[in-house]
């Protein structure tokens, strides 16, 4: 079955303790990108990549790292978290980077809360 | 000024009415608009890509306008299964970057 993977679902950590939320796609997709969900706020973009070692910051992306050294995996790393990054997470995938041509499939979110 | 502004409603409707819901971007170079679906809790899932002909699926019906810069989704004959939170998400100049609205709660009522 085609799709996004992301683990854990859900994560309570304190302030300070690094911690990484994984990503993975089965489709062969070149672009994946990561998502923060707040309300009010809707989806903001943390980082991105169109190919593998091709990273580019979104639109919050302090406080965040990401890497991309197999095409299948993008995850994302908090060094050290923060009370406000407490928030809903999305990892996507999408075929190519060109939004109009394929649609984003998204994994089924990490919540995570910093203490 | 936000890049995507929705209206968040919610928007309490009954089974079988028509319901329509506008969004406002605020970039002219804006390239390609889509509409998303995200039930409570769950991950967006893409309803419908927006062309500038106007586009039907079924039941939904997408339009953009690009002078004024907005885009609206009608829904008609609502269902049950209707009740969900839609997102106006729209592409940058470049193809490379969406941006989402914060989304319209709909709840379709029996």
């Known amino acids: 079955e085609a799709q996004v993977t992301q683990n854990p679902r859900y994560l309570i950590t304190v302030t300070g303790k690094k911690l990484t939320v994984t990503c993975s796609q089965n489709?062969?997709?070149?672009?994946m990108s990561w998502y923060r969900q707040d309300p009010g706020l809707g989806l903001r973009q943390i980082y991105y990549s169109m190919n593998v070692e091709v990273t580019d910051k979104g639109d919050v992306p302090e406080g965040y790292k990401v890497s991309r050294k197999e095409k299948r995996n993008f995850p994302l790393i908090l060094e050290s978290p923060s009370p406000n990054q407490t928030s809903l997470y999305f990892c996507?995938?999408?075929?190519?980077?060109?939004?109009?041509?394929?649609?984003?499939?998204f994994g089924n979110g990490t919540r995570l809360t910093v203490t | 000024r936000k890049e995507v502004e929705q209206d968040p409603g919610p928007f309490n409707v009954p089974e079988g009415a028509t319901v329509a819901f506008n969004c406002t971007y605020s970039n002219s170079a804006s390239q390609s608009f889509f509409w998303y679906r995200q039930d409570c809790r769950k991950e967006p899932k893409l309803l419908m890509s927006v062309y500038s002909s106007g586009n039907e699926d079924g039941r939904f019906t997408a339009q953009l306008n690009r002078a004024s810069q907005y885009i609206s989704l009608l829904i008609r004959d609502s269902k049950l299964s209707d009740s969900a939170t839609y997102l106006c998400?729209?592409?940058?100049?470049?193809?490379?970057?969406?941006?989402f609205g914060s989304g319209t709660q709909l709840t379709v009522l029996p």
């Open positions: 996507a995938s999408s075929l190519t980077d060109r939004m109009g041509d394929s649609p984003l499939h």
């Open positions: 998400v729209v592409n940058d100049r470049y193809g490379r970057q969406l941006t």
């Open positions: 489709m062969n997709h070149e672009y």
